[in-house]
């Protein structure tokens, strides 16, 4: 699914439910989850992160595109068949089109993580030092470079201030050593020759039939018409590194992991850089 796509349909998932294709019966009942509600599976986190999170958010908190769909009460009334079946279907007369490409198990992957947004999903705590970890993710791991942790760090990848909320401390730690990776939508990288010669280089936030959205390191933003295009190279390596297992002990992996769900707990200070942490 494309991002233009997901900013259309995600938006469109909660108009569909305002509307309640159930009735004010059905929809008010308490819903016993028709999947078992276990961590979320990585074919759920990896398809919502791709087609939801550029409008919910990696947390399903919302933005100015779209609603809160992890506090909703009223997406928390729907039953896990009745949200497979808005974004299966789709909603005719509305802006939510039918995702009928989806295969099962990406289907119900996203219930199931969208369950866990809600709380209902369980993580561990892993016996790491966060602090520690907090060191490694402005230092040695360099995550920062890319990834923001309250408001802190770099940008081109996506917030993990909250992303560590919904997850187990297991999920975290395979998530950060995966290889091979490959780029998600709205975290393609590529390079972009115009027809004046000019080069740029960066990550591709948004394309459709006619322009490319592209974001340079510096933080600017570039759209580029493909009528002004001389030459388009997208890369099939995500700029998140796969060389964590080689780069980190399994100490300092699980003092990492330690620090994002800490990080991740409302009741924890706001993080600030400061010299330590170089």
Request: hydrophobic fraction near 30%; charged fraction near 20%; aromatic fraction near 6%.
């Amino acid at each position: 699914m494309s991002t233009k796509r997901s900013t259309t349909s995600l938006l469109s998932f909660l108009v569909a439910l305002s509307l309640s294709q159930a009735s004010p019966g059905q929809a008010n009942r308490s819903h016993p989850s028709d999947t078992a509600l276990d961590p979320p599976s990585t074919t759920g986190r990896s398809t919502f992160n791709a087609s939801c999170a550029p409008c919910h958010g990696l947390d399903g908190s919302g933005s100015d595109k779209a609603v809160n769909i992890a506090s909703s009460v009223r997406v928390q009334h729907f039953t896990d068949a009745q949200i497979a079946s808005i974004i299966s279907k789709g909603v005719p007369g509305t802006g939510m089109p039918a995702f009928a490409e989806l295969n099962e198990k990406q289907l119900q992957g996203i219930v199931i993580y969208v369950r866990s947004l809600q709380g209902k999903g369980a993580r561990a705590a892993l016996s790491g030092d966060a602090q520690h970890g907090r060191k490694i993710f402005f230092g040695k791991g360099d995550c920062s470079s890319c990834h923001t942790i309250a408001g802190v760090g770099g940008f081109l990848g996506p917030d993990l201030t909250n992303h560590a909320a919904t997850s187990s401390s297991k999920a975290l730690r395979e998530e950060i050593t995966r290889s091979p990776r490959s780029p998600v939508p709205g975290y393609r990288p590529a390079v972009i020759t115009t027809m004046s010669g000019d080069r740029l280089e960066g990550l591709i936030r948004n394309e459709d039939n006619f322009s490319i959205q592209l974001q340079t390191e510096d933080g600017s933003f570039h759209l580029v018409k493909k009528s002004e295009q001389q030459h388009l190279e997208y890369s099939t390596s995500s700029l998140m590194p796969s060389d964590y297992r080689d780069r980190l002990n399994d100490h300092e992996l699980d003092d990492l992991v330690s620090f994002l769900l800490k990080s991740a707990d409302p009741g924890q200070a706001p993080v600030h850089k400061n010299d330590d942490f170089q």
